[in-house]
């Protein structure tokens, strides 16, 4: 039983340090993530360990919360994929998505968010039919759909518009 805690602890570990940048996974003993839920489930033969319930996962400035978490793994325990689903925010510092749904690819290193995503940084913010996150180039997309994408931005400088002087003849 303590292997299986263990499993998924390494997998959860392996996602949070996607997150923070690293993009490897890698597992220290000096890392520690705080996962709390209404339940979970494991199921080894399938591959899935499955979180319920006012999910809260914390490592680090990196949190996220969603209603339910899935994690699928291989034979070899690797995570194939991860799925939140249900009023999901991903929190790091001034850095907050939001949406129905987020789902992590580690072969490819993509993350995509969607059902009314909105990622917000500060003030700004952006919003769209879909997120997509790929952690390999650091390129993030947003797509539209029905609704357009949309985006507001604030600067830090105000804008003003200076009139060019009147030459007198």
Do not use: W
């Amino acid at each position: 039983m303590r292997i299986k805690y263990f499993l998924i602890a390494a997998v959860l570990l392996c996602f949070f340090s996607l997150f923070q940048g690293m993009g490897y996974c890698a597992i220290t003993t000096q890392s520690k993530t705080d996962i709390t839920s209404d339940s979970l489930m494991v199921n080894n033969k399938k591959n899935i360990a499955v979180f319920k319930g006012h999910v809260v996962a914390i490592k680090g400035s990196l949190k996220i919360l969603s209603s339910v978490l899935n994690v699928i793994y291989t034979k070899k325990n690797k995570i194939k994929m991860l799925v939140a689903t249900g009023n999901v925010h991903i929190i790091k510092g001034k850095d907050n998505i939001t949406g129905g749904k987020a789902v992590y690819y580690n072969k490819r290193k993509i993350a995509v968010i969607t059902i009314n995503p909105i990622a917000y940084e500060g003030k700004n913010k952006i919003a769209g039919k879909e997120i997509m996150i790929n952690f390999k180039t650091g390129i993030s997309t947003v797509i539209g759909g029905k609704k357009r994408v949309d985006a507001v931005v604030y600067s830090n400088k105000s804008l003003t518009v200076k009139k060019s002087p009147v030459k007198k003849k």
